[in-house]
């Protein structure tokens, strides 16, 4: 009865903490083709956190990244976002730069940076920069671009 009522939602809003347990959980239920047809039908997906991470390209940009290690085909998200990693709660002081240049030279996956309160917007043809302060793209040649409010996504 979950799934039917679900799928006469018109949008769907997913908050969690623990990045790779949601996946699993979502992987391991009917929820991931929830998640599939809210996609196929352009229906709103919001969240943040973990779920946010989700449907991005692949999670290892998580926090709790250190928790699990998963081989690379358990731990692809959705891309629902044009072939990017995210990386959530990113800090202007530039702590986890190290680690994003890391991430993009072995995963060969581009990450965009989202610090609090600043989301992405898809609106059928671009990816829009939205919320309080820039996002940053650490691009394929490990250079770290900031993208401003209002701009869209290269």
């Not at 969690?16 to 239920?29: A, D, M, P, Q, S």
């Not at 731990?75 to 044009?82: E, K, P």
């Not at 302060?133 to 900031?146: G, P, V």
Request: proline residues 3%; glycine residues 4%.
């Amino acid at each position: 009865h979950t799934q039917n009522y679900l799928n006469h939602n018109d949008t769907n809003y997913i908050w969690w903490v623990n990045t790779f347990r949601l996946l699993k959980l979502i992987k391991e239920t009917w929820f991931s083709q929830i998640i599939e047809q809210f996609s196929a039908h352009n229906k709103p997906i919001y969240g943040g956190s973990a779920w946010a991470i989700i449907i991005w390209k692949e999670i290892h940009t998580a926090e709790d990244k250190n928790i699990v290690k998963l081989w690379f085909n358990e731990s692809l998200g959705f891309n629902l976002c044009n072939d990017y990693a995210i990386a959530c709660h990113y800090s202007w002081s530039n702590s986890f730069d190290n680690e994003i240049v890391d991430y993009v030279r072995y995963f060969q996956i581009p990450v965009l940076c989202l610090p609090e309160w600043t989301w992405v917007v898809y609106d059928g043809h671009n990816y829009t920069i939205q919320g309080n302060t820039s996002a940053f793209l650490f691009d394929m040649s490990l250079h770290k671009t900031e993208i401003k409010v209002g701009e869209n996504l290269p």
